[in-house]
């Protein structure tokens, strides 16, 4: 059975710093893999996603994500936040065999500050 | 294209009674699945529809149950409803490319359900 774990819960950050967001997984097939984020009173917006190809996925406003099979990993970044980026984000795991059906992590909250 | 909508956004109820809960999915689209977001659960999977039938179904009491349409709009019924019910409620919408499921559920705004 897939499951994700996400590292942290809370991650506070300034403004125009960096921020990594730590994900991994666990999986006995191969797996696509998600980034979604989620706004205060909203619902979930997809960041990117890995399915195959290129381990470095880029996104939608400026994140990107690493996909490490030998690590089973799927860290998101960001080089500079803004305000507005302040979130919750979620990491999901889903496979080809299961119907895609997905399985999220507790999510990360991330509050960037001025 | 619209996205996936939900209606109503925010409801509140009190205990024992019942509520149904609307989600209309992105045209094309034929699977609903549904997602109930607690502080102390997180996002838990309810169950999915397609082309009206129940596909999957997650660990929730039968209290908890639901239902598609053929123009794939789908509803989500609660009976009873317990004070620990109150939740974010989310349905997500997912196409198909020729017979294969493509990979991405796209989500709706939720209902936010309060249980007083």
């Known amino acids: 059975a897939q499951s994700v774990t996400q590292l942290d819960s809370q991650v506070p950050v300034f403004e125009e710093a960096p921020v990594e967001l730590r994900c991994n997984y666990s999986?006995?097939?191969?797996?696509?893999l998600f980034w979604y984020v989620q706004y205060p009173n909203q619902g979930l917006q997809l960041l990117l996603k890995y399915l195959s190809g290129s381990t470095l996925v880029k996104g939608i406003n400026g994140f990107e994500a690493e996909f490490n099979k030998s690590q089973t990993s799927f860290h998101l970044r960001k080089p500079s936040v803004h305000i507005s980026d302040t979130a919750e984000y979620f990491c999901a795991v889903s496979e080809r065999s299961n119907d895609y059906k997905l399985s999220f992590g507790a999510g990360t909250t991330v509050t960037v500050r001025a | 294209k619209a996205g996936v909508t939900q209606t109503p956004r925010y409801l509140i109820k009190t205990r024992g009674q019942q509520v149904t809960l609307s989600c209309s999915p992105i045209s094309g689209h034929r699977s609903v699945s549904w997602y109930q977001q607690t502080p102390g659960q997180g996002l838990q999977f309810l169950f999915e529809?397609?082309?009206?039938?129940?596909?999957n179904k997650g660990n929730f009491p039968g209290r908890f149950s639901g239902r598609q349409f053929s123009n794939s709009r789908s509803e989500m019924n609660v009976s009873t409803l317990e004070l620990g019910d109150s939740a974010l409620y989310l349905c997500a919408s997912r196409g198909m490319a020729g017979d294969e499921w493509t990979d991405t559920q796209y989500f709706g705004p939720g209902t936010r359900l309060t249980v007083l």
């Open positions: 529809y397609f082309s009206e039938t129940q596909r």
């Open positions: 999986s006995s097939v191969s797996v696509y």
